[in-house]
């Protein structure tokens, strides 16, 4: 019956025009199945225009589709109105398809894919990044349509402006009245020396400094110093406010560090906080003299796409910041998280938007810490600075060689396999220890800890063609003392030296032992 009734349907819709008639309720759509009603979707609400009528109409006028194909004529469809303005007859494109309304999909973002490592964007996925060429890099997040563009967020309220047009200036009216030696903040005492020492002389004001290491090695504790150092202002003449953010510990847990730390200045400040604008916000009264950040990748933008620690916020939160130290010359030191592989967590654009990276480098077992500079727009990066970890917290070595040399605690008349080098770090001369051992039988063929494995092959294999060495029969191990990477040449001589007296040594003894055996036997 339902076939009967959807062909008398179209008979009567293809010759509609000549009897001008309404649909008759015995044919109305209701009498069909749901699924053919949803097809159709009559609308007969307006009357059709006659087909001598020439001029416009209000209504437009659509083919009507069935599952047996098209409909002969057309079908008079209502038009769209407009939901601001209340116009009628606005044609949507892709509102409708037939005269079955299709809504549109609300709240789909825009897809790009960002490299982790040089930040570049596109808006497809590739196997590694179009710019670096790095493969396995690129990350997927999606743009909201309620999210703010980085210009907006860059002319947030929160930023200070500064009064008059802004124009190029002189490069001698830049540098005039400037002051070179007192231009940035000193570090007093011992440790204050030592990290000067690797920022290049101290603090430049508007500076952002990312540091950066492992969990654990110290930097919560290194920068709370430094913030002691600034508040108490023995070389500036008079205290000066420091504020100290953290979005990873509470107020009374950096109040119980500090008490271990025995700091007991009045002029640092403590904030819990993980709002880039909140932290601003409160900044602006106190006017401090330093900021810092504990951590990059705890903190957020309300208008930035994604959670803190994110490739989109991580990379506006420090553009945000270093826009506020530029425009307030208030030097700004940020905490980096690092990945498993030892590089700061994030993209890789970050460690391009700050103006120095430092590393603190230290073994679990030693109490000793390196601190070196990777990027230094103010500074040399060639510099190290060596501390070590005490219940006070982190002092500077006096005597850095005696970290890098191990104690000659022995039994033994005579030391084999041990070499000591000089190398140059920066301005200062470092001695370095290197340990060798040759060992026969051994499965392991080679084995090395602080020395590029290239070098000790060469090495080797130069002490075995030229010097005559029978290294091929015995597993060499090699090692430096406290973890240090021995990267200059000149000590490759030490590395020749610590083996061969090893090999020798190892012959020599097996030569007295067999010609004591000898001995044995004959007066047997």
């Not at 509609?16 to 199945?33: C, G, I, M, Q």
């Not at 940020?334 to 590393?359: C, F, M, Q, W």
């Not at 917290?393 to 850095?400: D, E, H, I, T």
């Amino acid at each position: 019956m339902q076939v009967l009734d959807m062909r008398a349907l179209r008979i009567f819709y293809a010759n509609r025009h000549l009897l001008n008639l309404s649909v008759p309720k015995s044919l109305s759509v209701p009498r069909l199945s749901r699924h053919l009603h949803s097809a159709f979707v009559l609308r007969c609400a307006e009357p059709s225009r006659s087909p001598a009528h020439n001029e416009p109409s209000e209504t437009t006028t659509r083919r009507g589709w069935s599952i047996y194909g098209r409909a002969p004529g057309r079908l008079p469809s209502q038009t769209v109105n407009s939901s601001s303005d209340g116009n009628e007859g606005a044609k949507r494109p892709n509102d409708r398809v037939g005269n079955v309304v299709r809504n549109k999909k609300k709240g789909k973002g825009k897809v790009n894919w960002v490299c982790n490592e040089c930040g570049y964007s596109d808006g497809q996925w590739w196997g590694s990044c179009r710019e670096c060429n790095a493969a396995g890099t690129m990350t997927r997040f999606s743009e909201g349509n309620s999210s703010v563009s980085v210009s907006e967020a860059a002319s947030a309220s929160w930023l200070p402006q500064h009064a008059g047009e802004v124009r190029p200036l002189r490069l001698t009216d830049v540098s005039r009245g400037v002051s070179r030696p007192d231009w940035r903040i000193p570090l007093y005492g011992p440790f204050g020396n030592e990290v000067s020492r690797v920022l290049g002389g101290g603090l430049v004001p508007g500076s952002l400094v990312l540091v950066g290491g492992d969990p654990g090695v110290g930097k919560s504790t290194l920068l709370l110093q430094i913030a002691a150092l600034i508040a108490e202002g023995h070389n500036l003449g008079q205290p000066a406010p420091v504020v100290y953010v953290s979005g990873e510990e509470s107020v009374e847990q950096i109040g119980n560090r500090a008490d271990r730390l025995t700091i007991g200045t009045d002029e640092i400040f403590l904030y819990s906080s993980t709002d880039v604008e909140d932290i601003l916000a409160k900044l602006q009264p106190l006017s401090p003299r330093v900021l810092i950040i504990d951590s990059i990748q705890t903190v957020y933008l309300k208008g930035v796409i994604g959670s803190a620690g994110g490739i989109s916020q991580v990379k506006e939160c420090t553009s945000a910041l270093l826009r506020f130290a530029k425009k307030t010359d208030i030097p700004v030191l940020l905490i980096g998280h690092v990945t498993k592989s030892g590089e700061i967590a994030g993209p890789r654009v970050l460690e391009h938007i700050v103006d120095v990276v430092l590393y603190m480098e230290g073994e679990k077992c030693s109490s000793h810490r390196l601190l070196r500079s990777v990027k230094n727009r103010f500074g040399s990066t060639d510099e190290l600075g060596v501390l070590e970890m005490s219940q006070s917290g982190l002092q500077a070595v006096s005597n850095p060689s005696e970290m890098f040399l191990s104690e000659q605690c022995t039994d033994s008349e005579f030391l084999a396999g041990l070499a000591v080098a000089v190398i140059m770090d920066g301005s200062r001369a470092f001695l370095i220890e290197i340990q060798a051992l040759c060992a026969s039988g051994s499965t392991t063929s080679r084995q090395v800890n602080g020395i590029q494995a290239s070098r000790a092959d060469m090495i080797i294999a130069v002490l075995t063609k030229q010097a005559g060495l029978k290294l091929q029969d015995n597993a060499v191990f090699l090692n430096v003392v406290s973890g240090v990477t021995l990267t200059e040449t000149a000590g490759d001589l030490a590395v020749a030296a610590a083996i061969c007296s090893r090999h020798v040594i190892y012959d020599l003894v097996h030569l007295i032992n067999l010609f004591q055996w000898l001995c044995f036997i004959s007066l047997n």
